[in-house]
C-alpha cells in the first residue's frame, strides 16, 4: 500500500487544521493506520491510530481531547481532525499503516508499522 499525507500548513494558534491520508490498494480496510509526528530535534512520537473497521481509537495522552481520528474505508482514507492547534504542535505529521491482524495490540508503536506516508509540514504560529 501507498500513503499520501496532505493537509498540512501554516496557522496560527487556535486555529483548526485537517490531515489527509490516502492509501492506493484495494485491502486497506484491513489496515491499521496511525498518525505520528516529528518536530525539529526531537524523536517521532505517537499522534493517534485507527484499527481496520474504526472499533478501536487511540491517542496521544498529552492531546487531551484536540484531535480525532476518522476513516473512510469507501474512499481509502483517515483523517486527522486537529483542533486547538499550538506552537508545540508544529512538525512533520506522518501517517503509517499495516495489517491491522499483524499489528495486533502494538498500534501506538511506529516501529510496527511498514508502509509511511512522506510527511505533511504543520506550522503554528503564537
Known amino acids: 500500500v501507498q500513503l499520501q499525507a496532505s493537509g498540512g500548513g501554516l496557522v496560527q494558534a487556535g486555529d483548526s487544521l485537517r490531515l489527509s491520508c490516502a492509501a492506493s490498494?484495494?485491502?486497506?480496510?484491513?489496515?491499521?493506520v496511525g498518525w505520528f509526528r516529528q518536530a525539529p530535534g526531537k524523536e517521532r512520537e505517537f499522534i493517534a491510530a485507527?484499527?481496520?473497521?474504526?472499533?478501536?481509537?487511540d491517542y496521544a495522552n498529552f492531546l487531551k481531547g484536540r484531535f480525532t481520528i476518522s476513516r473512510d474505508n469507501a474512499k481509502n482514507t483517515v483523517s486527522l481532525q486537529m483542533n486547538s492547534l499550538k506552537p508545540e504542535d508544529t512538525a512533520v505529521y506522518y501517517c503509517?499503516?499495516?495489517?491491522?491482524?499483524?499489528?495486533?495490540?502494538?498500534?501506538?508503536?511506529?516501529?510496527?508499522?511498514?508502509?509511511w506516508g512522506q510527511g505533511t509540514l504543520v506550522t503554528v504560529s503564537s
Open positions: 490498494g484495494r485491502t486497506f480496510s484491513s489496515y491499521a
Open positions: 485507527i484499527t481496520w473497521n474504526g472499533g478501536r481509537l
Open positions: 503509517a499503516a499495516d495489517i491491522d491482524r499483524k499489528i495486533g495490540s502494538a498500534i501506538t508503536t511506529a516501529s510496527r508499522y511498514d508502509y
